[in-house]
C-alpha cells in the first residue's frame, strides 16, 4: 500500500519561502508519478503542482507559477515543493499524492486509484 507523508509545513510571512517534502516509507516512488494539492475549509481540494515518474515532466497551477518549485530526489525517495515569495492565499492544507500522470498540456491531475491521501501539513502565510 502506497502511504505518502506530508511534512515541512509551517508559518511564514508574506513574501518567504517554505519546502514542503513529501515521503513514503518504506517504498520506492520511483517511476511514480506525484501530485501536490491544497484545500482550505468549505473549499475542494486543487491541484498546485505535478512531476512524472523521472522528473521529466512538471507542470503548476496558474496561482503558483513562477513561485512554487516541484522536483523529486528518487535516491531519497521523496518529492519536494520549494515555495516561494508566499502569499495569504497560499494558506491551505498541502497534500502530495500519486496520481495518474503529469503532463504540460493537462491539469489538474488526477489523483491515481493506487496509494491513499496523506494527512497533510499545514501552510499559514500570515503577517
Known amino acids: 500500500q502506497l502511504q505518502l507523508v506530508e511534512f515541512g509545513g509551517g508559518l511564514v510571512q508574506p513574501g518567504g519561502s517554505l519546502r514542503l517534502s513529501c515521503a513514503a516509507p518504506g517504498f520506492n516512488l520511483d517511476g511514480y508519478a506525484i501530485g501536490w494539492f491544497r484545500q482550505v475549509p468549505g473549499k475542494e481540494r486543487e491541484g498546485v503542482s505535478c512531476?512524472?515518474?523521472?522528473?521529466?515532466?512538471?507542470n503548476y497551477a496558474d496561482s503558483v507559477k513562477g513561485r512554487f518549485t516541484i522536483s523529486r530526489d528518487n535516491a531519497k525517495n521523496t518529492v519536494y515543493l520549494q515555495m516561494n515569495i508566499l502569499k495569504p492565499e497560499d494558506t491551505a492544507i498541502y497534500y502530495c499524492a500519486h496520481i495518474t500522470y503529469c503532463s504540460d498540456y493537462q491539469w489538474p491531475p488526477d489523483k491515481a486509484d493506487f496509494g491513499s491521501w496523506g494527512q497533510g501539513t499545514q501552510v499559514a502565510v500570515s503577517s
Open positions: 512531476i512524472s515518474g523521472r522528473g521529466g515532466t512538471t
